[in-house]
């Protein structure tokens, strides 16, 4: 593993839960970290082009704008399963998925900002893979803070 540079540092320490919405938000990002604008920009694109970093955006929630999201599981054939996941993830309500050590290997959340849409979606994936979606809605929401220290 590489060693980071001390801007790659700076960014990834100091952007972890918030980047204000100014009309030059990198400028006064990069301000508060002691970067200049043009280094923040490049920093970033960096980070993502090296692979260091997997996303640079926001968060949404989908339910506080009246959407829905929700998490669902799939039990799928080794030997298929990277195939079934470019078809999960050819639809454009699935967030992220992957994989896991279980009976239910492949995870997936699912939003959208029509609540209908999810079931939708759902059923789409199980016509195309001929595998059971198993949707798994949130009973209860909890917010946790969780930064990683670089």
């Known amino acids: 593993m590489r060693t980071l540079s001390p801007s790659e540092r700076a960014v990834i320490n100091g952007l972890q839960g918030g980047f204000?919405?100014?009309a030059r938000p990198?400028?006064?990002?990069?301000t508060a970290l002691g970067l200049g604008e043009d280094e923040m920009i490049a920093t970033i694109r960096h980070?993502?082009?090296s692979g260091m970093v997997s996303r640079f955006g926001p968060l949404w929630n989908p339910e506080e704008m009246g959407g829905a999201v929700c998490l669902a599981a799939m039990q799928?054939?080794?030997a298929q399963f990277e195939a079934v996941a470019?078809?999960?993830?050819a639809h454009?309500?699935?967030?992220?998925n992957y994989e896991r050590d279980h009976a239910l290997n492949m995870w997936f959340v699912a939003s959208s900002v029509d609540?209908?849409?999810i079931q939708a979606v759902f059923a789409e994936i199980e016509a195309e893979t001929g595998l059971k979606v198993w949707p798994m809605p949130k009973e209860q929401e909890f917010f946790v803070g969780f930064r990683v220290e670089v």
């Open 20 to 22: 204000s919405l100014t």
């Open 26 to 30: 990198f400028a006064d990002a990069g």
């Open 47 to 49: 980070l993502l082009e």
């Open 76 to 78: 799928v054939p080794p």
């Open 86 to 89: 470019d078809q999960v993830n």
């Open 92 to 96: 454009a309500e699935i967030a992220h």
């Open 115 to 117: 609540p209908a849409r």
